[in-house]
């Protein structure tokens, strides 16, 4: 699937921003829009740990934790795992169209920090079906999600 | 009397969409594993626990495909029960196979569950016939997946001496240094493959972007290092790049992966009983890919084996999953032996 790339001037905008506030809106979105479907996984081991999603075409830095309620804006700007890629290839690592390892071997996907708990991190999310988490989205929200994985499986 | 099976399709799960997807996709079977050591992909968060493993068995029977259990490490000192116990849950939820190396564990299942079928794992590193037949002899295994160091002419020469079915590896990572018994991750993280499950343990990998390259390190010890340019390989000390008085390059073997695609004709010939794909430590994205291929090729050898020739969108579509930026046919297509 072909998304559209990110304008530079809107990436550079973007890179630009104080990690904290964008940080909070990915919690905040990611709370609203995913947790009810990921809360029934086990995070046991995984509280209290930093994670920090690298954006690397929008040199964005998004740093939180997993709590009971859900996502966690951080400040701190270090992280026990770092995962960069690119906002395309996150996308299709969300939709399942993409096996990590893939990535990795192409360079598209790096991991830096605690190995083991990206890992777990990545088994946990490859453990929930598909149809289960989209079901468990927002009303709206689980229709164009599979929609758009529909459309990129008819394109591959 | 059920017909011998002939090129059965196994494919990998490590988790239950995995498990759906090989199914999904044409998988004749998938073999899966514990949440622990008594398997040798003993990752974090990967594999099933046993409401996992109870779906994943209720879907491919219903659809009339199998489920084997991995159960190929070796049980360690004082830890024995555990892995008898995985061999009474093995029979309890009504797996179509085990999967053992370890020849007290086969003594075992085939005492308390004699109906219970075994396989012997290519952790078990049986090349000969005569080392088949042993474990048929004693322990009654139907299957054995053979070590991916084989010529196809030994392999020919094994299927003629056994009536014990025979499983080859067709695609995926190879791990080929003296298969079963390799202990150079123990070397530098003192867990390898046969003792906790996993080569090159998690806890162990380091992965690091430095002005000079991404650095793969292992306990410290730095395997290897990856211009921006380059594919990258699995942490694995067998595939690390180290410097041999003064020249830098891949001093055990070169990251690629196997790809038997064009052999199923012989295979076929030679009545393999299955072909097995790596990888269950990978996605389900992964694993619906490579079924998908595999499926359509088997089919087409099924059909007309004379008229048999590989898609070349099978290797683009093979290719662009794999380790390594090429691939081999292993030793299966070795002159020399
Ligand atoms: S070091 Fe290489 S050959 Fe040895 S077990 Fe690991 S992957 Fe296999």
């Known amino acids: ?156 | 009397m059920p017909s011998e099976p002939l090129l059965e399709l196994i494919c990998p799960a490590g988790s239950l969409p995995a498990l759906k997807a090989a199914v999904d996709h044409g998988a004749d079977g998938v073999y899966l594993g514990f949440k622990d050591n008594t398997n040798a992909r003993n990752f974090s968060g990967l594999n099933f626990d046993e409401a996992a493993i109870r779906q994943g068995v209720e879907y491919a029977h219903a659809k009339g495909r199998k489920v084997l259990l991995a159960l190929n490490t070796y049980p360690q000192p004082g830890e024995v029960a555990r892995w008898q116990r995985a061999v009474d849950r093995a029979a309890d939820i009504c797996m179509d196979a085990v999967i053992l190396a370890d020849p007290g564990l086969m003594a075992y299942a085939a005492r308390t569950h004699p109906d219970l079928r075994l396989h012997l794992s290519v952790q078990g590193s049986a090349t000969s016939y005569e080392a088949i037949e042993f474990y048929r002899e004693r322990f009654g295994i139907q299957r054995a997946v053979l070590p991916r160091v084989l010529s196809l002419a030994q392999v020919e020469a094994v299927a003629a001496n056994t009536e014990v079915e025979l499983e080859l590896f067709g695609f995926g990572g190879l791990c080929v240094m003296v298969e079963g018994r390799c202990l150079l991750s123990s070397y530098a993280t003192g867990d390898s493959p046969n003792t906790c499950g996993v080569c090159s343990p998690a806890h162990a990998v380091r992965w690091q972007q430095t002005p000079k390259g991404m650095e793969t390190r292992l306990n410290g010890v730095l395997i290897d290092r990856y211009a921006d340019d380059e594919k990258a390989g699995y942490p694995t000390l067998c595939k690390g790049r180290f410097e041999v008085q003064g020249e830098t390059y891949y001093a055990l073997e070169e990251p690629t992966s196997l790809n038997t695609l064009e052999m199923l004709p012989e295979m076929a010939r030679l009545g393999i009983a299955a072909i097995k794909i790596e990888g269950r430590q990978r996605s389900p994205a992964y694993v619906a890919q490579v079924t998908q291929v595999w499926r359509a090729a088997i089919d087409a050898v099924k059909r007309a084996p004379e008229s048999f020739a590989v898609a070349p969108a099978w290797h683009g579509q093979l290719d662009k999953v794999s380790e390594g930026s090429m691939h081999t046919l292993g030793a299966y297509y070795r002159p020399w032996k």
């Open chain 1, 1 to 156: 699937m072909q998304l559209p790339a990110i304008p530079r001037p809107l990436a550079r905008v973007v890179g630009a921003l104080p990690a904290f506030p964008a940080s909070l809106a990915f919690s905040a979105a990611g709370n609203l829009a995913a947790w009810p479907a990921l809360r029934g996984l086990d995070w046991g081991e995984v509280r209290g740990r930093r994670f920090c999603v690298h954006v690397r075409d929008l040199g964005l830095k998004l740093y939180f934790s997993v709590g009971r309620k859900g996502f966690v804006p951080e400040v701190a700007s270090s992280a026990d795992v770092t995962f960069t890629a690119t906002t395309e290839d996150f996308v299709r690592l969300g939709l399942r169209l993409e096996d990590p390892d893939t990535l990795f071997f192409n360079r598209r996907l790096l991991i830096e920090g605690d190995t083991d708990l990206g890992l777990r991190v990545k088994n946990m999310l490859d453990g929930v079906e598909f149809e289960e988490l989209t079901r468990r989205l927002p009303a709206g929200l689980g229709q164009v999600v599979t929609g758009l994985r529909q459309r990129a499986q008819m394109q591959a």
